[in-house]
């Protein structure tokens, strides 16, 4: 079953505004991860945020992950037109045959 | 240079005809996915191989079956198309697990597969 649910499905914003994503789960998880999509092309790993993490940056990017909410966010400051694509949300569980399960994605669109 | 490699690209093909996918990567890494796209984005995974041996098997008709000849490879069969199986097909390789966790993943470009 589909772990992660993204909100918003789509959100368009203009160039230089931030972008907020959020991500919802369902069961326990070891690290969450976020991937930006390209139209056309594969899934771009961004950030990796562990279980035992609150919060965590990469340039532009900052997650925040609540694990007694099942929830995380991506914010994107200062967004730019190359910004504009699906960004996902994965979730990887413990056990040893672990895979990442992906959420539905939400869909950045950045107006110049 | 390229680290996750589909070929081919785009694939349009006949409602009962067979088809492969081929994936290499050049990373090293010990597993590799395939993934199904649909048209909604939802990116589901398929199959996982670590180290040639099948890790992974979702629920999948049989007519899909993956085939590892050594671990920089992870080629998708697909017998008897149908029009449900139009969509992109991802490959993905990441890196030797630690104590059992998953790390992040390479995704290759993709391959369209439109069956008509």
């Known amino acids: 079953s589909q772990q992660g649910e993204e909100d918003p499905q789509a959100l368009s914003i203009q160039e230089g505004e931030n972008a907020t994503m959020n991500c919802s789960y369902k069961?326990?998880?070891?690290?969450l991860q976020w991937y930006r999509q390209n139209s056309g092309r594969g899934l771009v790993h961004l950030i990796l945020?562990?279980?035992?993490?609150r919060e965590k940056h990469s340039g532009r990017l900052r997650v925040t992950l609540d694990t007694s909410k099942k929830s995380s966010s991506l914010l994107i400051t200062a967004s730019r037109a190359a910004d504009t694509a699906s960004y996902f949300c994965?979730?990887?569980?413990?056990?040893?045959?672990?895979?990442?399960?992906f959420g539905s994605g939400t869909r950045l669109s950045i107006r110049p | 240079d390229t680290a996750v490699s589909q070929t081919p690209k785009y694939l349009v093909t006949q409602m009962g005809n067979d088809k492969s996918i081929k994936c290499e990567q050049n990373?090293?890494?010990?597993?590799m996915y395939w993934y199904k796209q649909d048209s909604k984005k939802f990116l589901k995974i398929m199959f996982s191989?670590?180290?040639?041996?099948?890790?992974i098997n979702e629920t999948v008709p049989n007519r899909f079956s993956p085939k590892s000849p050594d671990k920089a490879h992870l080629n998708l069969h697909i017998n008897s198309l149908e029009l449900g199986d139009s969509a992109v097909y991802f490959c993905?390789?990441?890196?030797?697990?630690?104590?059992?966790?998953?790390?992040?993943?390479?995704f290759g470009p993709g391959t369209r597969l439109t069956v008509l």
């Open positions: 993905a390789s990441s890196p030797p697990w630690t104590s059992g966790r998953v790390t992040v993943q390479y």
């Open positions: 069961t326990s998880i070891n690290n």
């Open positions: 945020i562990r279980s035992n993490e």
């Open positions: 994965a979730t990887a569980g413990y056990s040893s045959a672990s895979k990442i399960i």
């Open positions: 990373l090293g890494h010990d597993t």
């Open positions: 191989y670590n180290n040639k041996e099948l890790i």
